[in-house]
């Protein structure tokens, strides 16, 4: 069964600071992953999207990393802005699927 | 441009009532995807669409739930004679194409109490 495992669960961190998230998948054959930001009463907003042979993927303060041999990412956040306070959800998908697996994801609190 | 819309933004339902939740896509999308999400979790497929064809509904939890998307744009999810187990916001998203390649675009979800 195709799963996708993020940690932590949450995480408080103070406004200014850098954090890691963590994504650990097992669906396959693997496609792509992408990363969603989602606001507290807001649908999912796309981060992110990696296939198998990028690596690492920039958006602004965000930067995604993708080791495909081990089936895991992180999204890296650079001085954290409280803006930032949301659920970042890991989005893997299957390749010849029509749809993709959620993981649970990581609600960030970033504090003054 | 609009993005996806969905209405009513919140709904409460008696349990054993029947529920209408629409979705409104980004005008072109040929792809529409449900989800239902849980408190603290991430989405959980229901069902999607490619045009008005429903290609997977594999994650509809019972029989009760049936969506449709007669016109190949907006779509309704039915939940029929509710139950408490289905309070969830419920996610429309849709996307130029039909896998994980192509971006879903989310819209905010309806959230559903069932009393």
């Known amino acids: 069964k195709n799963q996708v495992e993020q940690s932590p669960q949450s995480l408080i961190i103070l406004e200014g600071k850098n954090c890691t998230l963590q994504c650990n998948y097992t669906v396959s054959p693997f496609s792509n992953l992408r990363w969603y930001k989602q606001d507290t009463g807001r649908g999912p907003v796309s981060l992110t999207i990696?296939?198998?042979?990028?690596n690492t993927k920039s958006n602004g303060r965000y930067t995604a990393t993708l080791d495909a041999d081990t089936k895991q990412s992180s999204l890296h956040i650079t001085a954290s802005q409280l803006s930032d306070s949301a659920s970042y959800i890991c989005v893997v998908s299957a390749a010849n699927a029509g749809k993709s697996t959620f993981g649970d994801g990581t609600t960030l609190t970033v504090k003054p | 441009g609009a993005g996806v819309s969905q209405s009513p933004r919140y709904k409460v339902a008696k349990r054993g009532q029947d529920v209408a939740l629409r979705c409104d896509p980004i005008?072109?999308?040929?792809?529409l995807f449900w989800y239902q999400q849980a408190l603290g979790q991430g989405p959980e497929f229901l069902t999607y669409?490619?045009?008005?064809?429903?290609?997977?509904k594999s994650g509809l939890p019972s029989d009760r739930f049936f969506a449709e998307r007669p016109e190949g744009s907006v779509s309704t999810l039915k939940i029929q004679r509710t139950q408490q187990e289905d309070s969830a916001v419920y996610l429309c998203a849709s996307s130029t194409g039909t896998g994980g390649s192509y971006e879903q675009y989310f819209g905010p979800g309806t959230r559903l109490t069932v009393t």
């Open positions: 005008s072109g999308h040929v792809s």
């Open positions: 990696m296939t198998f042979s990028e």
């Open positions: 669409f490619q045009n008005e064809a429903q290609l997977d």
